[in-house]
T-cell receptor, first 114, second 108 residues
Framework: EADIYQTPRYLVIGTGKKITLECSQT?????MYWYQQDPGMELHLIHY???????EKGDLSSESTVSRIRTEHFPLTLESARPSHTSQYLC?????????????FGSGTQLSVL | SQQGEEDPQALSIQEGENATMNCSYK?????LQWYRQNSGRGLVHLIL?????REKHSGRLRVTLDTSKKSSSLLITASRAADTASYFC????????FGTGTRLQVFP
């Protein structure tokens, strides 16, 4: 089992609410990622980080923001949730090597915006 | 455009049969990886094959890579009901890009 944790596991909220999805890893990995996945579909990279104070946008445009103040923590925030944000959000991390990196995933947060 | 595409999209087999999933991609890669995802959960890394390798084994898993055809296959031998999951290939260039996935169902 990978030591990467996501909370909450499920979240149902109303439109307009601000939410933060938590992701923590205890493996000391510098690289961390957020993916968005709709049911039965592929994963889309929305944010990544190569270390503390480093954040980059991924391939899929997202209204969410991320921060990386500590190595082990990579939270994702939506300032004003909308029904179009309903999806599964997966956090991952990888060991610090330039290539041949494998990702360790958390169990995901299933977000439903009503 | 999608880097990795898998076929079939879905596969149903009986326990004991072999399951083969294919992945095709478009650009040169550093490596190709296969991941498994149980319904509603995160992905678990299964196996990595480097661009200079042609075949790799791990338990009941066998992965092949043909860089000339830009394709890979994952074979699960003697399948079990517990193998029921979605399987994704992921290609690494400057980042890791996931394919569309194959949903495998193994009936007891």
């Amino acid at each position: 089992e990978a030591d990467i944790y996501q909370t909450p596991r499920y979240l149902v909220i109303g439109t307009g609410k601000k939410i933060t999805l938590e992701c923590s890893q205890t493996m000391g990995h510098d690289k961390m990622y957020w993916y968005q996945q709709d049911p039965g579909m592929e994963l889309h990279l929305i944010h990544y980080s190569y270390g503390v104070n480093s954040t980059e946008k991924g391939d899929l445009s997202s209204e969410s923001t991320v921060s990386r103040i500590r190595t082990e923590h990579f939270p994702l925030t939506l300032e004003s949730a909308r029904p179009s944000h309903t999806s599964q959000y997966l956090c991952a991390s990888s060991e610090p090597q330039p290539t041949n990196e494998k990702l360790f995933f958390g169990s995901g947060t299933q977000l439903s915006v009503l | 455009s999608q880097q990795g595409e898998e076929d079939p999209q879905a596969l149903s087999i009986q326990e004991g049969e072999n399951a083969t999933m294919n992945c095709s991609y478009k650009t040169s890669i550093n490596n190709l990886q296969w991941y498994r995802q149980n319904s509603g959960r995160g992905l678990v890394h299964l196996i990595l094959i480097r661009s200079n390798e042609r075949e790799k084994h791990s338990g009941r898993l066998r992965v092949t890579l043909d860089t000339s055809k830009k394709s890979s296959s994952l074979l699960i031998t003697a399948s079990r009901a517990a193998d029921t999951a979605s399987y994704f290939c992921a290609t690494e260039t400057d980042k890791l890009i996931f394919g569309t996935g194959t949903r495998l169902q193994v009936f007891p």
